[in-house]
């Protein structure tokens, strides 16, 4: 049984519990932390939750979660990654901080940003433009680049597995509206496209695409520091599905931008990533990574659900997460390319808009057609707008 956290939970939302000068404590919730925001730091707990890829039930799980996720941040954020604070009970029965004694709970220790800063809330106010967004594709292509490879992690069998776990998770999220045979239909389709894509994703592998990626790429796991895009809080308790293609890592990113609506700087992204890389042999691939990363998604958002403290913002987040598969749209146009399409947050509508995104922005299919039964795919974005510069299509 998860241990109780009750406790813990109320000596971090005590402003006492600082120091002088915190009069205020604010609380952001996920389905698998809560961060205390008190003066200028921030204080990340794990909760303690066991669920099919992640298990943070006991106290030493979770100590180790944090150690490894202020050493795997500080490899694109380490003006913000801190150190890893012990939380014991004190002789009079009290909790504190301590570096010392037995720990009941760990918290990662950062510093403190303005939320407005996030990516997310950048989005909200139109505050994402062409510079900015050039700026992080950058940002993640360099990442990617340093990024440590690994040769024996990823490929199709290990596709196929964060596949099946999906599926179970989505199945699992009955109060999100999630219909069995909906569910059902989407591992089938997960199936057809890996099986159609395998053997590319086997031969990336080998040429040392899969890496150790950041891992939950999304819009709210970027921010502004020193007024540049920076990648933080990544995914830290787990090596296997952290070391992933390098597409698919980016496809996280691709995916939420368009749910949001900006698929035109989805594109941006996008392009801008391939002039830097190496990857468009990739791109056959990206269908099936966008997909999964919107089934990730949606079993997220139902997780959340569970933690929901009012009705309406439950209410609200099943209406989000409820479209799962009942949008599964024709099949992907064959030996086509794509670029971002109409993913709902919980799953995958988004063929029949990546290939109307191509013939918006002049791409004729012609274009984009390739030997992809060969295992290899030209630029889809070889003949480019008149006047365009790269990395601005």
């Known amino acids: 049984m998860p241990d109780d956290q009750r406790d813990v939970i109320a000596f971090l939302s005590d402003p006492s519990s600082y120091g002088k000068g915190v009069e205020r404590v604010e609380i952001i919730e996920t389905h698998i932390s809560l961060v205390f925001l008190a003066g200028d730091r921030a204080y990340k707990l794990k909760r303690a939750v066991e669920f099919p890829y992640l298990d943070f039930s006991t106290v030493e799980r979770r ?24 939380i014991v009970r004190t002789a ?34 139109g505050g994402l433009g062409p510079r900015l967004i050039d700026e992080l594709a950058d940002h993640v292509a360099a990442f990617h680049k340093a990024a440590e490879r690994h040769l024996h992690r990823g490929g199709a069998a290990e596709m196929g597995d964060i596949a099946e776990t999906q599926h179970h998770c989505l199945a699992a999220a009955r109060q999100a509206g999630f219909a069995q045979e909906q569910v059902d239909k989407l591992l089938e389709k997960w199936g057809e496209r890996l099986a159609a894509v395998g053997g590319l994703l086997d031969r990336r592998r080998a040429a040392g695409k899969v890496r150790h990626c950041h891992g939950d790429l999304h819009l709210r796991n970027i921010c502004l520091v020193d007024g540049r895009p920076t990648l933080f809080d ?36 996008l392009n801008r990533y391939l002039d830097r890389t190496d990857e468009d042999d990739g791109l056959a691939a ?8 919107a089934g990730i998604r ?44 109409r993913a709902s947050c919980a799953a995958m509508s988004f063929a029949n808009t990546c290939w109307a995104l191509i013939r918006k922005h002049g791409f004729r299919p012609t274009d984009t057609r390739a030997t992809l039964r060969a295992g290899s795919m030209t630029r889809f974005v070889v003949k480019r707008q008149r006047g365009c510069r790269p990395g601005t299509r």
């Not at 139902?302 to 439950?314: F, K, M, Q, S, V």
Request: aromatic share 8%; glycine share 6%; hydrophobic share 50%.
């Open 234 to 269: 990544c995914l830290e308790f787990s090596e296997v599905l952290a070391s992933i293609d390098v597409l698919y890592d980016l496809a996280f990113l691709l995916m939420d931008l368009e749910h949001r609506g900006l698929a035109h700087l989805a594109n941006r992204v």
């Open 92 to 125: 009079s029965g009290g909790i504190g901080f301590s570096s010392s004694g037995t720990a009941i709970d760990w918290v990662v220790v950062m510093r403190r940003f303005d939320q407005t800063l996030l990516f997310d809330a950048l989005a909200k106010t």
């Open 286 to 293: 990206m269908p099936l990574f966008l997909s999964l990363r």
């Open 298 to 341: 949606g079993h997220v958002t139902a997780t959340a659900l569970e933690h929901a403290t009012e009705a309406a913002a439950r209410a609200a987040s099943a209406a989000s997460a409820a479209p799962a598969s009942r949008h599964w749209p024709p099949p992907w146009p064959p030996g086509s390319a794509c670029v971002p399409g």
């Open 63 to 86: 100590r180790q979660a944090c150690e490894a996720e202020l050493a795997l941040n500080r490899r694109t954020a380490p003006a913000l990654y801190l150190e890893v604070r012990g």
